[in-house]
């Protein structure tokens, strides 16, 4: 039993190692006829795997009872975790008159995007690393186990509004891997003396199979729109809805996908013993329909994982130094919790065309509690370059942000 539950744990956590909350500098005064702006994330986190143990499973390594009992200790009932690779250059050009419109641009992107999101029980976690020795005579339960892992790029063009800097692309997206499972009730039983069991599930695990880059094709938009909103003393605050990947998938070559509702009772066998060593979603293997276990090739439309934030921006040609900023934000994912963040970012004037800014803020909500983050970003003359950190003290994560923005 140990084996097939470590062989499902990590299926759920191994596929990724992971948008991003950088402030944005909304500045209307610059006179740029192009801009050409890059980011990137590497995010992962987690409400109760410690860092200790993440990286053993992402970069390999021994991992000892010591490793696997810091993880023990955070877990709960309900427990999730996730990642968020990315990486985006995009394009904007305001010397053009789009349609004929002298206030229109137009902008161009591409990017790569890779996603996981888990949510699983407690029991799962103990049967995958410390195997089922505490639950005989109990019943182990994996229900509610909920996971997606999304591969996917995209080309996209767009309108750009010149003034207020607000855009809407039209995006092609290539779906190159996609995996999922829902467990909705899964309960294992073994007796105390080993010599039988009882198995009872409902769900299914489906995922892209083959060598093709492409297994799907999709559309979608993004959206960021930017609004001002007056105040007594003079400057307006600037404010962002940002919307990425908001769009489908249409599978072109069918996915394996494995379905079963069903209990069932064996004597004199522990589930290894059933098993006997092979895989349990070889098609070959007759335990398939010794479980009921229903194997499917399917196409269907896959939503993809869209990202919203909603946020103040930092202004940075306000005569104040230091400015808040703060926002909400959320992906299009059943294992993410909307995250709210607030910080500070604080301007120092350098030379006539150096500025540096530097912040710290902190969120709760996504795949784990509260984060503290910080960041910095140079400018030099047309150029910015920053990078960040939004969880610099937690133990259940890591993250690295970085974007670079050139104007000429």
Not at 51 to 63: A, D, V
Not at 183 to 209: C, H, P, R, W
């Amino acid at each position: 039993m140990k084996q097939f539950i470590t062989t499902l744990f990590l299926i759920l956590i191994e596929n990724g190692f992971s948008q991003s909350w950088l402030p944005n500098h909304h500045d209307t005064l610059i006179n740029r006829k192009h801009e050409i702006v890059f980011s990137g994330t590497a995010d992962y986190a987690s409400t109760s795997l410690h860092n200790s143990l993440t990286q053993k499973l992402f970069y390999g390594g021994e991992i000892t009872t010591e490793i696997k009992d810091k993880s023990r200790g955070l877990h709960r009932g309900v427990n999730q975790f996730g990642s968020d690779l990315n990486t985006e250059a995009e394009y904007r050009n305001y010397t053009v008159s789009l349609c004929k419109n002298p206030n229109w641009g137009f902008t161009a992107k591409v990017g790569y995007y890779s996603f996981i999101g888990a949510r699983y029980s407690k029991d799962l976690f103990d049967l995958t690393f410390y195997g089922n020795q505490d639950y005989l005579g109990d019943t182990a339960s994996i229900s509610g186990t909920k996971f997606s892992s999304y591969t996917f790029q995209k080309t996209g063009f767009g309108w750009l509004d010149k003034k207020s800097k607000s855009s809407v692309s039209l995006n092609l997206f290539n779906l190159s891997s996609f995996s999922e499972a829902s467990i909705q009730k899964g309960e294992i039983f073994q007796s105390q003396n080993l010599d039988s069991m009882a198995i009872s599930y409902d769900g299914a695990v489906g995922f892209t199979n083959g060598t093709a880059f492409t297994k799907g094709i999709g559309v979608g938009i993004d959206l960021d729109l930017r609004f001002s909103v007056p105040t007594k003393k003079g400057n307006p605050l600037y404010y962002q809805f940002l919307a990425k990947n908001l769009g489908f998938a249409s599978l072109t070559t069918p996915m394996n996908h494995y379905s079963a509702d069903t209990v069932f009772s064996f004597t004199g066998l522990t589930f290894n013993q059933l098993l006997n060593g092979a895989s349990f979603l070889d098609s070959n293997f007759s335990v398939l329909d010794t479980l009921e276990v229903q194997k499917t090739s399917v196409k269907k439309n896959i939503f993809l994982p869209g990202f919203l934030q909603f946020s103040k921006l930092v202004d940075p040609n306000s005569v104040r130094k230091l400015q808040e900023f703060y926002g909400v934000r959320m992906f299009l994912s059943s294992a993410y919790n909307p995250l709210i963040f607030a910080g500070l970012d604080y301007r120092f004037t350098i030379g006539k065309d150096v500025k540096l800014n530097v912040g710290v803020n902190v969120s709760y909500g996504g795949f784990t509690f509260y984060r503290f983050g910080t960041y910095s970003s140079l400018k030099i003359k047309n150029w910015n370059v920053g990078i960040a950190s939004e969880n610099i003290l937690g133990r259940t994560g890591q993250s690295i942000l970085m974007r670079v923005q050139c104007s000429f």
